[in-house]
């Protein structure tokens, strides 16, 4: 299984409850209603970050 760091969940989390809120926006500005999308966002977002995070899929 992928290591994921402390960092990475939190910030997983807050999109997450970001989205539930129905604030969460997508990079076309679009709501994301999806959890997955949220998941997404949320991952890319600590990579940004710097957190440790595994590498996308290609």
Known sequence: MAKYSK???EK???TVHEMKEG??????GG???S???AIAIGLSEA?????K???KKS
């Open 12 to 14: 997983v989390e807050a």
């Open 7 to 9: 960092k990475a969940s």
């Open 35 to 37: 959890r997955k999308q």
């Open 23 to 28: 604030k969460l926006r997508s990079g076309s």
């Open 31 to 33: 709501k994301v209603t």
């Open 53 to 55: 995070v595994p590498k």
């Open 47 to 51: 990579r940004k970050a710097g957190a």
